[in-house]
């Protein structure tokens, strides 16, 4: 055998592991596409009745949305009129019971004011004043002057 039969067969072998490493590398390559592709079949049947679903959601959510609107509507017109109707009612009755409060007031402080007729009338006793449970001597408390009372 001659130098350039060995390199041939040298350069034969060679290729021959080559192109096996190539087939073993081709055929996990087809394996792993067969997979991928029977993976992506597998997601799209069931992605399109979870797209299905979330579609039939997205519009029941949309109804709901909607009746909401409806009754935050209502519940502002309520609330307007609520208002009117307080506003009337203030306005209506609101002047005359303070009169009549008023006018009550002033009989009130007419029958309790002390005509000269009831001096002989003691004084009421003086009031104390409990602070923690004790009691504290009107002494010590600053006189009080009632509004009655004339300098």
């Known amino acids: 055998m001659t130098g350039g039969e060995v390199a ?14 190539l087939a073993v590398a ?42 909401v609107d409806a009754i935050a509507t209502d519940v502002q017109e309520v609330t307007s009129n609520a208002s009117a109707l307080s506003t009337t009612v203030a306005s209506t009755f609101g002047g005359p019971l303070v009169k009549v409060a008023a006018f009550g007031y002033g009989v009130r402080r007419a029958i309790s004011r002390k005509g000269p007729e009831t001096k002989d009338v003691p004084a009421p006793a003086t009031r104390r004043t ?12 600053g006189k009080r002057r009632h509004r009655d009372e004339k300098d």
Do not use: M
């Open 130 to 141: 409990v602070i923690v449970g004790r009691t504290v001597p009107s002494s010590r408390r």
């Open 26 to 67: 081709l055929v996990r390559l087809a394996q792993t596409l067969k997979a991928t592709t029977k993976l992506v079949a597998d997601v799209t049947e069931q992605a399109v009745p979870l797209l299905a679903d979330a579609s039939a959601t997205v519009r029941s959510a949309q109804t709901q949305l909607d009746r």
């Open 8 to 21: 041939g067969i040298l350069v034969a072998v060679f290729w021959a592991i080559l192109v096996s490493f």
